[in-house]
């Protein structure tokens, strides 16, 4: 994942950086050994599945690898990286190894290419991916990282939840959870602790739906 999965707001508060982010605590409150691999600035479009890689030549197994990315891609790109899901069908895909149909260079292709990846090396893990809370899109002196691209998102995540179903991988989409929209309330600090990265209260909200998540695999 990007910036948001390693919680780097939340690692700058002392006491919390062992726990930072929702992979310590859902690891923690669940026994579980966990790696935090999120990167700042991250995309799938870019270096998202080369984190997979890194992992599968260190010979590391999961039980669980979980994709979080997509808004650095809007970010960056606005409507310019969303990309197409590819018409070969799964098995295609995955019969070569080099993933040629799959090359990323978009958002769509590099999900595509990570879920791949991860299927041919890491064939024992249950894969999923989360789809990000919202944020802020409006110019506002108060908001540093107030971004106009992050409108984008929904038409990122369509083409994700149309990827998710193609290769079976489930999916949390936080960006249309009403209920965590309204708790988080991104026209403020409570939750979002520079209305783009979570701090501890917007992590704890966070949680329990990427909890159920994995429960449900």
């Given at each position: 994942g990007d910036s948001i999965t390693e919680a780097s707001f939340e690692n700058a508060v002392p006491g919390l950086a062992d726990i930072a982010g929702w992979p310590g605590r859902v690891g923690y409150s669940n026994g579980m050994e966990w790696i935090n691999a999120g990167i700042s600035g991250a995309t799938l479009s870019g270096n998202i599945p080369g984190e997979l890689e890194a992992y599968a030549k260190m010979g590391r197994k999961f039980d669980f690898i979980v994709i979080h990315g997509g808004v650095n891609d809007a970010g960056f790109g606005g409507g310019k990286n969303i990309g197409?899901?590819?018409?070969?069908?799964?098995?295609?895909?995955?019969?070569?190894p080099d993933l040629?149909?799959?090359?990323?260079?978009?958002?769509?292709?590099?999900?595509?290419h990570a879920i791949a990846?991860?299927?041919?090396?890491?064939?024992?893990?249950?894969?999923?991916?989360?789809?990000?809370?919202?944020?802020?899109?409006?110019?506002?002196a108060y908001n540093k990282f107030e971004n106009p691209n992050y409108a984008y998102l929904p038409q990122y995540f369509a083409v994700g939840k149309k990827i998710c179903n193609k290769w079976s991988v489930p999916y949390v989409d936080l960006y249309n959870s009403e209920k965590l929209y309204t708790q988080m309330d991104y026209?403020?600090?409570?939750?979002?602790?520079?209305?783009?990265?979570?701090?501890?209260?917007?992590?704890?909200?966070?949680?329990?739906?990427?909890?159920?998540?994995l429960k449900s695999v």
């Open positions: 197409t899901m590819s018409t070969e069908t799964v098995e295609s895909i995955l019969a070569d040629k149909a799959v090359p990323g260079g978009t958002y769509a292709s590099g999900l595509e990846y991860a299927k041919q090396h890491f064939p024992e893990a249950k894969i999923c991916y989360i789809m990000n809370y919202r944020l802020k899109t409006e110019n506002d026209t403020t600090r409570h939750a979002i602790g520079d209305e783009l990265h979570a701090n501890n209260i917007g992590y704890d909200m966070v949680v329990p739906y990427i909890t159920a998540l």
